[in-house]
């Protein structure tokens, strides 16, 4: 069915400002939370904040890039946009749930649809004791960080760290180390979707080492643990050919 109530969110960017209100103008506007698809305008970024604001509402969301790179985005057109809806493809996405601990025993939950990282803090390299399901796979990680993605988050920080990129459908996540030191060849992991994967600090004051997923940050964490949330589906629409999956495999061949 082609979409009538279409809700329109746009990133702050004048260029992504322009186009919003060139589309209101010619669709119209609609409450978010009474329409049948959401329309955001704006880059990678602006997209992943529009699904954790909009995650309540079980709307699916077209992307259309009035950003830079633009990876979970359509193109921008003006034309035939109701039309482009109809026919749009949609992708499940399950984010992953962080538990930070902090040094002074705050507990902070997170959702991040791309990755949950690990970075140090200070000047010296972290240290990290890294268990999967309860059992301790590596007694200490000497590097910069470590992070772990969902399929739709390999391509981002997880790919600029030498981690693979993983096929959407595929029920994996990858635990990727970030500049490791020690061991210096470790190329990290790839773990099943059902997986928790629990982060230990070592040595956390004089090592600090912050938290972060999707860009909101906890700082000075002693602990860290990480799953995918089933629960949680983020419904993202793509033009027939240019889905994730598409993209996904075009982005290793260049």
């Not at 669709?27 to 959401?38: D, H, K, M, R, T």
């Not at 600090?201 to 995918?228: F, N, Q």
């Amino acid at each position: 069915m082609t979409p009538q109530r279409i809700g329109f969110v746009a990133s702050s960017a004048p260029v992504a400002q322009e186009a919003l209100v060139a589309m209101e103008a010619r669709y119209g506007q609609c409450p978010l939370p009474e329409a049948e698809v959401i329309v955001a305008l704006g880059g990678d970024g602006f997209m992943l904040q529009t699904l954790h604001e909009t995650q309540s509402l079980d709307i699916p969301v077209y992307g259309m890039n009035r950003g830079t790179v633009g990876f979970l985005m359509n193109g921008y057109a003006g034309d035939g946009l109701r039309e482009r809806l109809a026919e749009a493809e949609e992708e499940i996405l399950n984010p992953l749930v962080m538990t930070a601990v902090t040094e002074a025993g705050e507990v902070f939950h997170r959702i991040a649809i791309n990755e949950v990282s690990l970075l140090r803090a200070g000047p010296q390299a972290a240290w990290l004791k890294i268990s999967v399901d309860g059992k301790v796979r590596m007694e200490e990680l000497v590097c910069d960080g470590a992070l772990v993605c969902t399929p739709a988050g390999s391509t981002a920080y997880n790919y600029s760290a030498h981690g693979p990129i993983l096929p959407i459908g595929a029920d994996v996540l990858a635990l990727t180390a970030i500049a490791p030191f020690r061991p210096r060849r470790w190329r990290g992991a790839l773990l099943p979707k059902t997986a928790t994967v629990r982060f230990d600090v070592i040595d956390a004051r004089k090592r600090p080492v912050m938290a972060d997923a999707d860009g909101r940050s906890v700082r000075d964490v002693v602990s860290v643990e990480v799953r995918s949330e089933p629960a949680i589906r983020h419904r993202l629409l793509f033009d027939p050919g240019h889905g994730l999956e598409e993209r996904l495999i075009r982005e290793q061949f260049v």
